[in-house]
Every structure is written in structure tokens, then in C-alpha cells.
């Protein structure tokens, strides 16, 4: 079965970088898009970018241009995504999801499956 | 961007009730509007794709509907389990993904 497991809660301080990984399993990885979400206290759910696992391809939200870096390591069937110039507004939970597919079609931007989270807290 | 609006923010309903859950896109996203479930501590979870597909494993208790900008989550009969937080996703005007802001179902 698909599953994706995230590395652990992360403390950082202002202007400091993070980088959260989410280790995939249970299907062929460069098959599947995946992307990354994060969820602010309280807030709603907030796409950030994407990578195509097959070739590298990646796309970021506008927001995040600059300070998200989406890399994925095909051997270790793993994403990365490295937050850089961390502020307090990016204390949140960060997601990796992947594409959701049924029997017919594979789906791009439909987050069928999702790690259980990684809390990345921004504090002096 | 696509901007999604979900109402109410917060719907008090018993157990065994029907709950109905709204998403308004302030463009058309023709069928492309996911549903999901999040529970406290707990990843979002796929609930309905195309506007009123079931994803796999999905109870047919929940059902979708709507199309172009205006968009409806059913619940038939609420079971204890189904108390939480429902999020509307629009796929048809994308980079960005865009998200409602939730609707939290409570036990009244």
C-alpha cells in the first residue's frame, strides 16, 4: 500500500532553513507526481509546489519563489522540501501528498494520498 | 488565482442528521473540485474528486455536486465519525492549487 513518512518536527530560528523529507513506499516512485501542502495554526491548507519524480521537473507556488527548493532522490525513493529564509508566518504543519489515481487515470492535481506531517516551528 | 469560499465556518448537526457543505469558486472550475476530511492531528484525507466522485474506500454516505462555481458536499446520515473539518480543493485552474478555508462539522 502507498504510504509516505515524513521525517521528524523541526525547531529553527528566523532566517535559518529547514528540510523536510517524506520517504515513499508501496508503488513506483517516478510515476507519481507529488506535492507539498502546509497548514498554518488555524489556517487553511496551502499548496506550495510540485515535483515531477520521473525527470525533476518542479513547479512552486509564486508565494514561495526564492525560498522552496523541491528535489527528490530516485535511489531513496524520497522528496525533499527546503524552506529557506524561515520567518515565524512559516511555523506550520508541512504535508508531502501524492497524485491521486483510480483505475482509469492518474490525476495531477488531486492529493489522493498524504504523510502524516512534519511540524516546523519558527522561533527566536 | 482561483479563489475558494466555503460556508458555513462552522455546522452544528446531530448524529444520524443529513449535513450539507458549501464551496463557491470565484471563477469557473468547471468539475474539477475535491473534497477532503481532516480530523484533529491528523493528514487531509481524499473524500470526492470530479465534483461527485468517490474516491476509493469513500462510504456512499458522502456525495458531491455542483459544477462551474458552485459546489456541494452531502453527508446522509451523520455517523460519530464524521465530525471534522472538510476542506474544497479546485484542480482546473492550476499552478496554484487553491483551498477553501474549511468547514468544521460539529455534533450539535
Known amino acids: 500500500q502507498v504510504q509516505l513518512v515524513q521525517s521528524g518536527a523541526e525547531v529553527k530560528k528566523p532566517g535559518a532553513s529547514v528540510k523536510v523529507s517524506c520517504k515513499a513506499s508501496g508503488y513506483s516512485f517516478t510515476n507519481h507526481i507529488m506535492h507539498w501542502v502546509r497548514q498554518a495554526p488555524g489556517q487553511r491548507l496551502e499548496w506550495m509546489g510540485w515535483i515531477n519524480t520521473g525527470n525533476g521537473n518542479t513547479k512552486n507556488a509564486q508565494k514561495f519563489q526564492g525560498r522552496v527548493t523541491v528535489t527528490r532522490d530516485t535511489s531513496a525513493t524520497t522528496v525533499y522540501m527546503e524552506l529557506s529564509g524561515l520567518r515565524s508566518e512559516d511555523t506550520a504543519v508541512y504535508y508531502c501528498a501524492r497524485q491521486y489515481c483510480d483505475p482509469n487515470n492518474c490525476f495531477s492535481a488531486i492529493l489522493g494520498y498524504w504523510g502524516q506531517g512534519t511540524l516546523v516551528t519558527v522561533s527566536s | 488565482e482561483t479563489v475558494m469560499t466555503q460556508s458555513p465556518a462552522t455546522l452544528s448537526v446531530s448524529p444520524g442528521e443529513r449535513a450539507t457543505l458549501s464551496c463557491r469558486a470565484s471563477q469557473s472550475v468547471s468539475s474539477s473540485l475535491v473534497w477532503y476530511q481532516q480530523k484533529p492531528g491528523q493528514a487531509p484525507r481524499l473524500l470526492i474528486y470530479?465534483?461527485?466522485t468517490r474516491a476509493t474506500g469513500i462510504p456512499d454516505r458522502f456525495s458531491g455536486s455542483g459544477s462551474g462555481t458552485e459546489f456541494t458536499l452531502t453527508i446522509s446520515s451523520l455517523q460519530s465519525e464524521d465530525f471534522a473539518v472538510y476542506y474544497c480543493q479546485q484542480y482546473d485552474n492550476w499552478p496554484p492549487i487553491t483551498f477553501g478555508q474549511g468547514t468544521r462539522l460539529e455534533i450539535k
Open positions: 470530479g465534483a461527485s
